[in-house]
């Protein structure tokens, strides 16, 4: 008897350490302990074999299951997307992910050159450091009303993305008036019930409740131009990181925010144009950070004046050219789009009839302007 006990127990031990493999679709699940259940999760290829390089070439849609099983009997929900899982997927477009998978791991979707839009369901509680990150085609982002836990460079790097929406149902992130950002209200490590930028792209625009800007949210973005409205009060560690086309930054604040010295690169200093508040330039050149512009200029923004595309004072003829030129596809030599003294976005002068289009309208707009003007 004992014996048999020592055999079972030793069976037993046997279970534990190991771990089965299995691919199902293409895509590779190996099983892991969660405490005392055993789960799978999704994995590069086969843990035991140190060659298995590129097991994911040639997929080009993954659809994860939401279990499995590896001995034909017991199926094992899955539950994780484990440890740069689809890293360097080269032909990877589309991922489906189930409703039990509760974690996107380290590295699990980074740099996956042709992944064009994710979906992360309401399961998934925690997304780690570059758990989406850096995959240059992807367009089109949606978090699930589960996720709350948001390592600080989880979605970094993304520079296609188009469309970034939260499940209205989640507790702690959202992405209001469809801002294309993610927003939270809570950041236990910073600050309590403020709201703050976590993840931006190109198109986001900053909401009013927004007052900061969380590190990396910017990151590696195609940005020309930022627009700080005055609510903003701090902008974190490389919010701006790898922004290497961004030359004009809009500053509503008549306060100089607080920043940190990696808030910028380096040739954001050299190459960019820092616009302040009349009378304040004075004031921003004395601030670490920002007195390190070299180029530092006051505008009023008061000064706008609807139908003005040329940007020379006035509404004339001129003005309606430029939008025909603007609707040939060329652009006005002034200055068509300017930010918004609210903040939070711009006014594109050459929309003058505001209805988001630039066509014929807005020609008929500036000659109806031009006749009604004394």
């Known amino acids: 008897m004992k014996r048999l006990l020592f055999i079972i127990l030793l069976i037993a031990c046997a279970t534990l350490v190991s771990h089965a493999y299995i691919v199902v679709d293409g895509v590779h699940y190996s099983t892991y302990w969660a405490g005392s259940v055993q789960e799978a999760v999704v994995v590069f290829g086969d843990p035991d074999d140190p060659n298995n390089e590129n097991n994911y070439a040639g997929l080009v849609h993954a659809n994860i299951r939401d279990s499995v099983s590896f001995d034909g009997i017991t199926k094992l929900p899955v539950t994780r997307i484990g440890f740069t899982a689809f890293q360097w997927a080269p032909d990877l ?120 800007i969380a590190r990396g949210a910017y990151q590696d973005q ?88 040329n940007g020379d004072g006035e509404i004339t003829v001129a003005d309606a050219n430029s939008v025909v030129v603007i609707i040939n596809g060329g652009s006005s030599h002034g200055h068509t789009r300017v930010p918004n003294p609210d903040g939070g976005g711009w006014i594109n002068l050459a929309d003058v009839n505001g209805d988001g289009e630039i066509n014929i309208a807005d020609i008929n707009a500036i000659i109806n302007m031009i006749l009604t003007q004394d």
Not at 165 to 177: G, L
């Open 222 to 309: 195609g940005i020309t131009m930022i627009i700080l409205p005055a609510q903003i009060t701090n902008l974190e560690h490389s919010c701006f990181e790898g922004c290497e086309y961004l030359t004009e930054i809009y500053n509503f604040s008549h306060d100089p925010q607080g920043c940190m010295s990696t808030t910028f690169e380096d040739y954001h200093y050299e190459n960019c144009t820092l616009y302040v508040p009349l009378g304040t330039k004075e004031i921003y050149e004395q601030v670490p950070v920002w007195g390190s512009f070299r180029h530092i200029e006051e505008f009023d923004a008061t000064t706008i004046i609807p139908g003005d595309v």
């Open 93 to 212: 477009e589309e991922v489906t992910i189930p409703n039990t998978v509760k974690t996107i791991g380290e590295a699990a979707f980074n740099l996956c050159p042709k992944l064009r839009s994710i979906t992360v369901p309401n399961s998934v509680v925690t997304i780690e450091e570059w758990g989406i990150a850096h995959n240059e085609s992807l367009r089109e982002l949606h978090l699930g009303s589960g996720v709350v836990n948001l390592d600080d460079y989880a979605i970094v790097g993304n520079t296609a993305l188009e469309v970034i929406t939260v499940d209205e149902n989640n507790p702690v992130y959202d992405s209001r008036n469809n801002c294309n950002g993610i927003i939270t209200t809570v950041n236990n490590s910073v600050v309590h019930d403020r709201h703050i930028l976590f993840t931006a792209c190109s198109r986001t625009v900053l909401p009013r409740e927004v007052t900061w």
